[in-house]
């Protein structure tokens, strides 16, 4: 089966501080990654090479195909969609606006034909990602008038109406309460089952460790652990280095992979 990602001794350097050493990551149609590590860890850095934003050693490959020397908007024509830890929405357009300028990609003639023309073209991918992530109702509202977490589900439903035969995420979780977290890590989830697979960096470990088929754990820019999340569970080294306790990583319920819990 070829990977929808595969990255291969990825290395990035800032001067002689090594961000991320020799790391590999691999992500198969129908799964949901997650890649953790402390804070300074290299997991942003690490994606952002992965999309090109940053000059990086290694190797990158979409479907099977290198996009190594290619720059950001050739990988998102690719197939590599992302979202930021921040979430930068343009506040003066509507949600589905927010969408629309993302999914598309006209050519020049279309761009000069939309300055003498006042009509928004309907994109199917845009109420596609509106229905995934049940923001419908909100299709029409300003995103200053939505929650954090409504907020971020908009983020994540932008780089969704792009198509991407593989999806990013950093932090998506970041800011939000429980009851947030809970329902985006349903909607994630509910996003890969119907095929768009996901790398996901966050610090929310009942999340990531409830939602992810597999971990990746870096630690000072080197991998020091990979597996399901009941195997990182059980890594010591992972325990020791990220968590520092034991008990932070214990199995319970909450932590089992919802698509485990309901057998598919």
């Known amino acids: 089966m070829t990977s929808v990602l595969s990255a291969r001794d990825i290395s990035v350097s800032f001067g002689g501080v ?11 149609p ?14 942003t850095t690490l994606i952002d090479a992965i999309t090109g934003f940053v000059p990086h050693r290694g190797t990158v490959s979409i479907d099977g195909r290198d996009v190594t020397g290619s720059k950001p908007h050739v ?5 590599l969609a992302r979202t930021w830890q921040a979430t930068e929405l343009f506040d003066d357009l509507t949600v ?14 279309e761009t000069i034909k939309e300055l003498f023309s006042s009509q928004v073209r309907q994109v199917d991918a845009v109420d596609e990602a509106l229905e995934w992530l ?43 309460d429980a009851h947030e977290s809970v329902a985006l890590g ?4 509910d996003v890969v089952n119907r095929g768009i697979p996901m790398l996901l960096v966050d610090h929310d470990m009942g999340l990531v460790l409830r939602i992810c088929d597999q971990l ?30 034991a008990d932070r990583l214990a199995p319970t319920e909450a932590s089992t992979p919802a698509h485990s819990r309901d057998g598919s």
């Open 134 to 176: 049940s923001l419908g109702e909100f299709a029409d509202t300003l995103p200053t008038e939505l929650t954090q977490g409504q907020r971020k589900m908009v983020s994540v439903a932008r780089a969704l109406s792009a198509r991407p035969k593989l999806l990013l995420l950093d932090e998506p979780a970041a800011g939000l």
């Open 18 to 28: 090594h961000a991320v050493v020799e790391v590999d990551v691999d992500v198969q």
């Open 75 to 79: 990988r998102a024509l690719r197939g």
């Open 216 to 245: 990746v754990v870096v630690e000072s820019g080197r991998v020091i652990g990979r597996g399901t999340p009941a195997e990182i569970r059980e890594n010591p080294r992972v325990v020791e280095a990220y968590l520092g306790a």
């Open 30 to 43: 129908g799964q949901l990654v997650g890649l953790i590590g402390p804070n300074g860890a290299g997991k």
């Open 96 to 109: 589905r606006e927010n969408l629309t300028v993302a999914a598309r990609h006209p050519t020049t003639l």
């Open 186 to 189: 349903h909607r994630l989830r």
